[in-house]
């Protein structure tokens, strides 16, 4: 079974500092990862979705991701984040055809 | 974009009672939903997933009596808590897709249940 896991529950970062939020996935089958970002009093948004080709894939607002199948990582990464992008960030993997498994999330709190 | 609604957004309920919460696909039509449950800074858990006119496929360990699923519709979908318990008390969230692949799944902004 496919499992997620987000080490961090909560990362502070500055106005315009560059921030990574961490994913870890475990997989014996193929593996196809999302990241989601909930804002508050919303629904689950999708930034950005590995499937297959390019390891590094680009998602909306500025964020992208990078797939590591020897780390088994698909971390978040946005060079510059704006107090907008406070929000609540979930990784997910796919299992099987149409399940999704989700990490814990992580808070992404940007203060000026 | 595609719009998923869930109403209502919270609800306050006794023990014994049962709740029903529904989850509207606005704008296009919803082949497939999924219903999660959270709890406080934990994953969403997949409950269910129904496909319209089908009857709901749970996860594991979720009993099918107790979380009553319908999807009679297209565009809505709704989940009952029967005979609710304080331990039913949650955050249950609902999503979906227009095919039949999770790759375009579209989420409601969940509904928070507290049974007393």
């Known amino acids: 079974a496919q499992s997620v896991t987000q080490l961090d529950s909560q990362v502070p970062v500055f106005e315009e500092a560059p921030v990574e939020l961490r994913c870890n996935y475990s997989?014996?089958?193929?593996?196809?990862l999302f990241w989601y970002v909930q804002y508050p009093n919303q629904g689950l948004q999708l930034l950005l979705k590995?499937?297959?080709?390019?390891?590094l894939v680009k998602g909306i607002n500025g964020f992208e991701a990078e797939f590591n199948k020897s780390q088994t990582s698909f971390h978040l990464r946005k060079p510059s984040v704006h107090i907008s992008d406070t929000a609540e960030y979930f990784c997910?993997?796919?299992?099987?055809?149409?399940?999704?498994?989700f990490g814990t999330g992580t808070r992404l709190l940007v203060s000026p | 974009g595609a719009v998923v609604s869930q109403h209502p957004s919270w609800v306050i309920c006794k023990s014994g009672t049962s709740v029903k919460i529904e989850c509207r696909s606005l704008?296009?039509?919803?082949?497939?939903m999924f219903w999660y449950r959270q709890f406080p800074k934990q994953s969403l858990m997949l409950m269910a997933t129904?496909?319209?006119?089908?009857?709901?496929?749970?996860e594991q360990g979720v009993e099918k009596d107790k979380f009553l699923i319908n999807h009679a519709s297209l565009t809505l979908s709704t989940l009952t808590v029967t005979s609710a318990h304080p331990e039913d008390s949650s955050f249950y969230i609902c999503?979906?897709?227009?095919?039949?692949?999770?790759?375009?799944?579209?989420f409601g902004p969940g509904t928070r249940l507290t049974v007393l």
């Open positions: 590995y499937l297959s080709g390019s390891t």
């Open positions: 997910a993997g796919r299992e099987g055809f149409q399940k999704l498994v």
């Open positions: 997989s014996s089958v193929s593996v196809y």
């Open positions: 129904s496909n319209e006119g089908s009857k709901a496929t749970y």
């Open positions: 704008d296009f039509q919803a082949t497939t």
């Open positions: 999503s979906a897709a227009d095919g039949q692949s999770t790759d375009t799944q579209y």
